[in-house]
């Protein structure tokens, strides 16, 4: 089952994390969010409140095993300001996993080693206008080639409930 809503922040799936994930009495849970805080400008300590309390009331309301993902790269070029300001996210994604004492899955850094070995340009998304959009970067995710690294990637967190 995926929680996912599209645009949603941490601070929404906390609102709903009782109705859509624990309801669901889950296994296992793999969670991926923060980009859509970091495009909107959550702080970064809020993001840490956020994220901590949703790991808290899964793991304090349920029994599953929790799987933290980092959050990808935004477009290819990791030297991009997106993807400096998109590390202190990840930092905090890295610490809450290891304070909560719940499993870390790099799909960043992952993602970031493959770009930088198949020699990554920089790409940009262009809106219906033809003019660029610094929101939604392409990423390596947005094509079915990344979909499939990315299944394969995270292939050992099978039969997962997903936000």
Same mark, same amino acid.
């Given at each position: 089952m995926n929680a996912r809503v599209n645009g949603h922040t941490s601070a929404d799936l906390l609102e709903r994390v009782d109705s859509d994930i624990v309801a669901c009495r889950p296994v296992a849970v793999t969670i991926l969010i923060g980009t859509n805080d970091l495009g909107d400008g959550v702080p970064v300590q809020d993001y840490r409140g956020y994220l901590g @309390?949703? &790991? /808290? =009331? &899964? +793991?304090? +309301?349920t029994s599953a095993r929790i799987v933290l993902l980092s959050l990808p790269p =935004?477009?290819? /070029?990791? /030297? @991009?300001d997106i993807n400096h300001r998109l590390a202190a996210y990840n930092a905090v994604i890295k610490e809450t996993a290891e304070r909560a004492k719940v499993d870390y899955l790099p799909v960043h850094e992952r993602m970031a080693d493959h770009l930088r070995k198949r020699g990554a340009r920089a790409r940009r998304t262009t809106s219906a206008s033809g003019a660029p959009s610094p929101r939604r970067p392409s990423t390596i995710c947005s094509d079915a080639a990344g979909t499939r690294w990315l299944a394969a990637t995270t292939s050992n967190c099978s039969s997962t409930t997903s936000i």
């Open positions: @309390a949703i &790991v /808290d =009331r &899964v +793991k304090t +309301k =935004r477009g290819e /070029d990791l /030297d @991009a």
